[in-house]
């Protein structure tokens, strides 16, 4: 797995690649603990690379949306993610975007 993490205005995204697992789910969960005081707007997960995710994923996730709340957004979400978390009811209970721009972009002030 890697990560890579941006700043985009008052928000961080958060891109995840390669295969998230027992072994380096810790990592993520660093990643979102970081990021979260870091900046006052979402944070996006860029799930479009993500090749294999276990349990240990999904409750990273669900843990970080504990703390977060709406303020953690998932977004591009991969083949792979997209069949996860629809079976594991976790994308009916979690904001989910098509694209990290319309999860960015959700965040902007309604005149």
């Not at 979400?77 to 319309?102: F, K, N």
């Amino acid at each position: 797995m890697s990560l890579s993490v941006r700043e985009a205005g008052r928000s961080t995204v958060i891109a995840v690649r390669g295969e998230v697992d027992l072994d380096n789910a810790g990592q993520l969960d660093e990643a979102i603990t970081s990021a979260a005081p870091a900046r006052p707007g979402p944070v996006v997960l860029d799930l479009a690379e993500v090749a294999f995710a276990d349990s240990t994923t999904i409750n990273v996730i669900l843990r970080a949306y504990g703390a977060l709340g709406a303020r953690l957004r998932l977004a591009a979400l991969s083949p792979y993610m997209d069949r996860l978390l629809g079976i594991t009811g976790v994308s009916d209970a979690l904001p989910v975007y098509g694209t990290v721009s319309e999860a960015l972009e959700a965040d902007a002030p309604q005149d």
